[in-house]
């Protein structure tokens, strides 16, 4: 059996090709010396479901960074974003996350990631060092519990107590004055809306004792249909309504539930009504829900806000979401701390981050403050208010006050044994 | 590579009458060779990037190859396997977060209670044929996954095990360095592959392709199917359980998405993917997903649309998995040659 030369790739050939893509791949893309710009990585949900999520925190990032740049950078260096999809998936969010820092030569994270995504990459900052910032997940375990505290991580988002305790006690004002006392839950059946909805049923029976929860809906997320739960809701006859359901959800639900009129027979308190998202969605938006804010550029009242919001829309032909405005203050902070701390470095950014207040469109008086203790966003802009079926939407919004949450965020922590 | 190409040239020298004894020795060769380039890696490449890289594989790998145990050579298509690589997580991260055991400890205490869970649930399933056995393996997958998701207390429902797995240093192995967690990946996937390439070559995994083939003829002639069947679906979930536990470090949590129908669907893709009539047909399989998904993800967010694309390429263009089609390819090139030498 004599062999000879046949026509096709070679052995040697195909040897140097493997070679030569085996020296490609592991050959480090950025050398990571120090650069003239600054590389942050987000990591992020940018297809599926709640890609909005993604592309909302990307958007108001990016509004950001164009200023900060254009202001001369982080401590004279520009700021270059990479983004990058995770596709919703934990172990797909600290890959990504690993890879920025690893190869993309990143030094800072923005970490824009919902729910378990978000301790994902926490475990990635814990892992490697690397300053991290927060900015999507609201779930309070991930600053409050101090198993989960390291220094190189803070969170720029709201935090679910925060929004409990503001709206607990909106609630009970309005459970006092109209007599309601048989109240119903309908929220979507994860750990946000399970737990969301215990925390704001115990401020609200704290502050109204007297009232009393008769039913309880756990729809799934995702859920397309609505009518067993809308009609279950009925049934029951409640004199108000809570419901944490959010974005597409909270959308589908008010649609179906307007075909049975629920909104005429009962006050309903959605806390996460107030988002463009869902606000411009919605086909009939009813009269008179009550809603937390989210993000609208009517609230806070201020110049600052409402300029922002109309150069996000312009820039993007879409008003922000929650996320935008939690992306963009983390990089006005970043941009305010390196300032404060005279360089780009990821630990001289985050001594300089701690207790540090800013001015902010999104403030409660106008400034936000990234709190030391437990390196979490406070003072932001956080209200209930009730809807009209036009803009502005939510036209008077009722302030909640940082004093009685921070005292009762304390007793909260004391009781889960946080502190 | 360096394994299919000596594998190839192994199989080809055994001839009829393999002579088990020097085969399996020159397989332990082959694999501590393997184990030594792979150690060796990161003295040449100094990427951090290759390193997560190859502790994924060994990961997905393991998994894969497991899976294809059961698809490829005993014909049960499980739409459930992916419950064992969470249990692997979540057994794993539960047992160093809650009793800091040593993690050998950990590691083997993981492997025996997906071996009695693997046991029951197989018990069940095992008795069912083709879409009837994929369906209720899909259903226990779904169990574990709510029981993960509502067990709040224990698991942390959705948003997985947080805080991190403690990873103590034992017999000198630091697993939280990125270095020796490698070391260790490659290790078991070696040894996990080994393991599997012996147990597909054994007389009972001739009994089981002969299941696969003609489950009948096998019971007239004396083989107790139902315990077969049993025997590989336990083994095959301890090796996916491994690669579960792979992630588990790797990534130092476990959530509920390890434990998701979508593992179990990545699995079958990879399986596809890398072809089922060769046994490291999913391992490239899973080398090749790996690097389809980082490198396109790093360049468009429609990533799925691309993968949908390739997947679509290898079902009706191909008809087969990569190694199925590599394999056939040599096979026509030896006998063209053969004939015109």
Redesign the interface.
Known sequence: MTRTRKPGVSRRATLAMMGAGAVTFATPRVARAQAKTIKVGMPTILSGRVAQLGTSSRNGVMLEVEKVNAAGGLAGRQIEMVIRDSKGQPQEAARVARELVNTDGCEILIDAEASSGAFAVHEVARDLGVLCLHTNSETSALTADPKQHIPNAFRTARQGVHDSIVGGSYAAAIAKTKGLKKWATCSPDYAYGRDTTGEYVTYLKRFAPDVEIISESWPKLFQPDYTEVVTKILQAKPQALYTCLWGGDLTSYIDQANIYALFSQMEVFAVNMADYTALTVVKNLPKGIHSGNRYIKTYPATPENAAWGDAYKAKYGEYPTNWSWENATAIMLLAEAAKKANSADGKKIAEALRGLTIKSPFGADGTVTMRAEDQTLVGYAIGWGTTIPQEPYVPQVQAGDWKTIFELEAEWKKSKGYT | ?TELQAEQGAQALDGPHPQAKTRRNREVLIALAVFVVLALLPA???????L?FVI?CAAYGLFATSLNLLVGYTGLISFGHGMFFGLGAYGFGLMMQKTGVPIPVAFAATLTITFVVALIIGAICVRLKEIYFAFVTLAFQMLIHSTI?SW?SLTG????L???IPRPPFFGIDL?NQLHLYVASCALLVIGLFLMHQIAQSPFGYTLRMIRDNAIRASFIGIDVWRAKLTIFVLAALFASTGGII?AL????A????AYWTISGEGIFINMLGGVTTFLGPMVGAVLLLILN?TV??LT????LVLGIVILFFAIGLRKGLMDFVVEWYAQ?RNS??E??
């Open positions: 590579m040449v490449f100094s990427s951090k990037l290759l997560d994924r998701l709040v429902g959705d948003q997985g947080r805080g991190g939280s992630m790797f990534v130092s949590g959530y509920p998405e390890f980082d993800t790093r967010d429609y990533h799925g090139r040659a053969g015109r030498g």
